[in-house]
């Protein structure tokens, strides 16, 4: 069922069509270099395989999972014998990056049109050389009513597909097996398949219902990668959904990333971190309840620890939010970074030796559990930086109470300054 034709193909209107890329370039008969990227069953190797028979240049094709270097430098030496040579390399993320500079030379004299597929980020996996060298061109999952479409045509298509068979279904059969195979044609179609002749109806002809389908096929798998892309991805939607404060969309996420076998001690550190970066002292309960759910994960493993990350991403979720503590760290880093040369004022110095104290070392210090409300009005910082703030509490959560301490501490200083 693979498409015959440019018309043929599905989910990629971005890319066929009037004045749309790959249509005009086939047309013009200048294909640019490019990086096919995009998910399993999106139509990677299907445009390959239209390019192949659209184009008047010499088209080969490897695949990297195969190949090596030895391979492609054969390519192209066949195609320095030849006017310009297409050359279609399937997983070319799996050539590391030394390998891929063997395109270097060679797409950029024009002796090969590299179209190179991958369902990895090309910003990761792909030297920036050859990224330079190329166009990166985004293919979309396909959508379920796209998928809808391919079932319907596998199932009436009489030479490639189940035409012959005039296969009857359960209203809600084909669009539960588009939404089983999330944007995935080729599993979709797999699915179809699966379900047909594990069915047997080519020998007892009856309409095949959703328990059929159930009995069938195996759900899929959660769509993750625990080294690629979408690791960061899920990670970057939990922390943001955490943020934002919705427990539903925190709780999705952490399930979808452990659903697909992300280590739980990872979830944990990263749950750490966003209790002291997004909630912080607005509610420093939060801290501990990530370092506890990280204890217990440890302690129990998966999957009976998964419940307690599920606890703490509810707990962190529902706090009260601030980021004082990330933006005081960080404003006291740069400043720290450029005034490294500073010293301590003398009064706060250790003064172990005679020599130290006679220098001046620790003189005039002022024991504040000696004084009313354990405070003394007393300069910390080096005198250069004299009256620098960094640390700016919100009013939110126990920030607040914080707030108030420093309101409280920032008036004694300033009467006894003006006494």
């Known amino acids: 069922m693979r498409p015959a034709s440019l018309e043929e193909l599905l989910g990629q209107d971005h890319l066929v069509g009037p004045g749309r890329l790959l249509t005009e370039a086939l047309a013009a008969q200048r294909l640019p270099s490019m990086i096919l990227w995009g998910p399993p069953g999106c139509g990677k190797t299907t445009i390959a395989r239209l390019v192949a028979g659209l184009t008047s240049l010499p088209f080969e094709s490897l695949s990297a999972v195969f190949a090596g270097v030895k391979e492609v430098r054969a390519v192209v030496e066949r195609a320095r014998m030849v006017t310009g040579t297409i050359l279609f390399m399937d997983e070319i993320h799996r050539f590391n990056k030394a390998q891929q500079d063997a395109f270097l030379p060679v797409v950029e004299d024009g002796t090969l049109t590299l179209m190179g ?64 195979a999330a944007g995935d044609g080729r599993y979709a179609l797999n699915l179809l398949e699966t379900l047909v002749t594990v069915s ?21 798998s959660a769509l993750y990668d625990r080294a690629g892309e979408a690791h960061y991805n899920l990670i970057s939607a ?42 912080g002292n607005a509610d420093p309960q939060a801290l501990a309840v990530a370092l506890h759910a990280r204890d217990a994960f440890h302690f129990l493993g998966a999957p009976e620890g998964e419940l307690a990350l599920a606890q703490a991403v509810i ?57 009313e409300n354990a405070y003394v009005a007393e300069e910390y910082l080096p005198d250069a930086l004299r009256g620098q703030s960094f640390y700016q509490s919100v009013e939110r959560g126990f920030e607040r109470e914080i707030g108030k301490r420093l309101a409280f501490w920032k008036r004694l200083k300033n009467r006894e300054k003006a006494d």
């Open 238 to 279: 939990l922390h943001k959904s955490l943020r934002g404060s919705d427990a539903d969309a925190s709780l999705y996420w952490l399930a979808r990333m452990l659903a697909g076998g992300e280590d739980g001690l990872y979830v944990a550190r990263r749950l750490i971190r966003f209790a002291s970066e997004d909630i």
């Open 117 to 180: 597929a991958t369902t990895e980020n090309p910003s990761f996996e792909i030297n920036q050389a050859l990224l330079s060298r190329c166009r990166v061109v985004v293919l979309n999952p396909l959508g379920e009513e796209d998928l809808l479409l391919l079932l319907h045509r596998a199932v009436a298509d009489g030479e490639r597909g189940f035409g012959n068979l005039q296969l009857r279904f359960a209203d809600e059969v084909l669009p539960r097996i588009a939404r089983e």
């Open 315 to 371: 707990y962190l979720a529902t706090a009260p939010k601030s980021n004082s503590v990330y933006l005081a760290y960080q404003a006291a880093l740069a400043t720290a970074k450029t005034t490294g040369h500073l010293m301590p004022p003398l009064h706060i110095r250790n003064a172990p030796t005679r020599l130290m104290k006679e220098l001046g070392y620790g003189a005039n210090y002022r024991y504040p559990h000696d004084h």
């Open 200 to 220: 047997r109806v080519t020998t007892r002809p009856r309409e095949l219902t959703l328990e059929d389908f159930f009995t069938s096929c195996q759900r899929r």
